[in-house]
T-cell receptor, first 115, second 114 residues
């Protein structure tokens, strides 16, 4: 079993719809969770980080974390064609107050927003 | 600097040759990571440097891979006797506790081994 699992997609949604990206992780001690966006041929860039159970909103993006279910998701509201990219889920076993450690990345979900 | 820089941006080499990839992290960032990303795949952790501590080399795939970080700043990833399966994008990232553990990635080096 992979440590961080994502549906590879591709996931296609029409412009203006909500895109829902899901990620599960196996390490129960995981404390920090990140969503990165990677455009084709580019390096990953951070979109959201979340450390506590519940929802965290930033503009059109909402991250949802459920540690009991070992599940983290990313919702993109009012999806735009410019949101088309691969979205990588990353998990860190050390809490936000601890020292930085390596992230474990999922293989990514490819999202296409159709105009 | 303004961001993480890597060089070269592209490298084509022949099987069996050695290559060196360079990463210049964001100034003041104490942690530096190397990842490898094969086409259409996720990021594979290679090695992690934190300050003056011994590096975490647990992700290096073989003894042909090594990395060093001089003066707590610039890092070099060396691949000896390259193989075709080494072809990938090699990404470097840096962070610090004051950056909230956010890893900032460089543009990557695209390595092609013929």
């Amino acid at each position: 079993q992979k440590e961080v699992e994502q549906n590879s997609g591709p996931l296609s949604v029409p412009e203006g719809a909500i895109a829902s990206l899901n990620c599960t992780y196996s390490d129960r001690v995981s404390q920090s969770f990140f969503w990165y966006r990677q455009y084709s041929g580019k390096s990953p860039e951070l979109i959201m980080s979340i450390y506590s159970n519940g929802d965290k909103e930033d503009g059109r993006f909402t991250a949802q974390l459920n540690k009991a279910s070992q599940y983290v998701s990313l919702l993109i509201r009012d999806s735009q064609p410019s949101d088309s990219a691969t979205y990588l889920c990353a998990v860190n076993p050390i809490g936000a107050s601890g020292s930085a450690r390596q992230l474990t990345f999922g293989s990514g979900t490819q999202l296409t927003v159709l105009p | 600097g303004a961001g993480v820089s890597q060089s070269p941006s592209n490298k084509v080499t022949e099987k069996g040759k050695d290559v060196e990839l360079r990463c210049d992290p964001i100034s003041g960032h104490t942690a530096l990571y190397w990842y490898r990303q094969s086409l259409g795949q996720g990021l594979e952790f290679l090695i992690y440097f934190q300050g003056n501590s011994a590096p975490d080399k647990s992700g290096l795939p073989s003894d042909r891979f090594s990395a060093e970080r001089t003066g707590g700043s610039v890092s070099t990833l060396t691949i000896q006797r390259t193989q075709q399966e080494d072809s990938a994008v090699y990404l470097c990232a840096s962070t610090s506790r004051f950056a909230g553990e956010t890893q900032y990635f460089g543009p990557g080096t695209r390595l092609l081994v013929l």
